[in-house]
């Protein structure tokens, strides 16, 4: 396996800021607000209760039945006590679904540009990674790629809607028709709802938790408390997967974390429980984002040889910067390097995300930061007329 190349760039932002460099880090994938303060009450809340003993493999069942509730009122779905399990994020809960799904040997379909976790999970678990090249549909899948694509071998596909790295949103009827795709051919879908909420409107959050049950059996959901609601360090997340797949993921999860901690589950079904507040939250955080992003990609978009589709969630710009490549630069990453080394700036290279030529631009970050790095960057490529 390799290390995570965002993990990397992030680590190589901390370095520089120790050292003293005024650093403009649009490497991490981290909300740069702080846990809502009701939530972190709630955590204190569950130390004052006791809750930091163990608690079932599966998580608190009132943990398992907050998400019931809250996907009952937000997706209109009917799930089942046994169709969800607590994991310790988001990687965790992609692990725990990728690892009980697959043999040595399986073909894992996994579209272009992908998030540098999937293929290194389906390496783990000694299965083949088969990408699926999307770049003619603007890096937006669609159920003819997955058809096309698909083979006897074939047994799983991995989505990621809203998309890190590039910040597009699969819609709603195109992701049932990639599921009914899949089922068809009885291909299990693992999707990564990390970045659900983060759906700029007009699009919408969506989740395949709310297919139909016939659907919903081919569908592992790897959810996540990290970005939603700024808790990345609380380390929650759950999956919903039909009863036979969340009883063998719990039982590899009893071999391993065994569970996330105690009184952050109970946080958590806290948060979710107080509907409205956190809901709120979200949508406060959602239109900061949307008022970075709309001042971002057009900025981007001015500077000679960046080009930037707009991002409809997450909160990343994926810039194309082939047309700078050529004498001056070999790959992407050379302009990385030099960003880094002339302006301090610190941007993620597309070869992580199988996506060469492309840089990874975080907003998750301040306005201030964003101005900063578009002026130092337009001092480096824009040629005076
Ligand atoms: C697409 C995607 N999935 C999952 C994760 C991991 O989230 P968690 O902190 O819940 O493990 C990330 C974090 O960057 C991500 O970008």
């Known amino acids: 396996m390799q290390g995570s190349s965002t993990l990397i760039a992030a680590q190589m932002a901390a370095e520089l800021r120790a050292s003293g460099v005024d650093v403009i880090d649009l490497s991490v994938g981290e909300p740069d607000f702080d846990t809502p303060q009701f939530i972190k009450q709630y955590a204190w809340e569950g130390l004052e209760k006791g809750l930091t003993k163990y608690t079932a493999t599966a998580g608190l069942a009132d943990f398992r039945n907050a998400i019931i509730e809250f996907y009952a009122s937000q997706f209109g779905t009917d799930l089942k006590l046994n169709e969800v399990a607590a994991s310790c994020g988001g990687k965790q809960a992609l692990f725990n679904a990728a690892c009980t799904i697959l043999n040595p040997g399986d073909d894992v379909l996994i579209p272009k540009p992908y998030w540098v976790t999937f293929p290194e999970i389906v390496t783990f678990c000694r299965a083949n990674s088969v990408f699926i090249e999307t770049e003619d549909t603007e890096f937006v899948l669609n159920a003819d790629q997955v058809a096309a694509a698909i083979t006897p071998k074939t047994k799983l596909l991995i989505l990621n809607s809203p998309s890190n790295p590039s910040g597009r949103v699969i819609p709603p009827d195109e992701m049932r028709r990639i599921v009914e795709a899949c ?101 406060a955080m959602t239109a900061e984002y949307k008022r970075r992003r709309n001042w971002l990609i057009p900025a981007l978009n001015e500077i000679d040889g960046f080009k930037c589709a707009i991002p409809e969630g997450a ?29 301090h700036i610190v941007v993620t290279d597309g070869e992580g995300f199988g996506a ?30």
């Open 315 to 343: 909160f990343y710009a994926f810039v194309d910067v082939r047309e700078l490549l050529g004498e001056r630069f070999a790959s992407s990453a050379d302009i990385a390097d030099l960003l880094l080394k002339e302006a």
């Open 356 to 385: 060469d030529g492309f840089l990874r631009f975080s907003y998750a970050t301040s306005m201030e930061n964003l101005e900063r790095a578009i002026d130092a960057m337009s001092s480096i490529f824009n040629v005076p007329a």
């Open 183 to 283: 089922a068809a051919r009885g291909v299990y879908v693992l999707t990564d709802e990390c970045y659900l909420f983060f759906a700029y409107p007009p699009a919408k959050p969506f989740s395949l938790a709310s297919l139909p049950p016939e659907l919903r059996n081919f569908v592992c959901v790897a959810g996540s408390f990290s970005k939603t609601y700024a808790m990345t360090g609380w380390r929650a997340g759950y999956t919903i997967a039909n009863p036979e797949w969340t009883a063998a993921m719990i039982k590899l999860q009893s071999h391993s974390a065994t569970h996330p901690t105690s009184f952050v589950q109970y946080a958590c079904a806290k948060a979710l429980r107080n509907t409205d507040a956190t809901l709120a939250a979200v949508t």
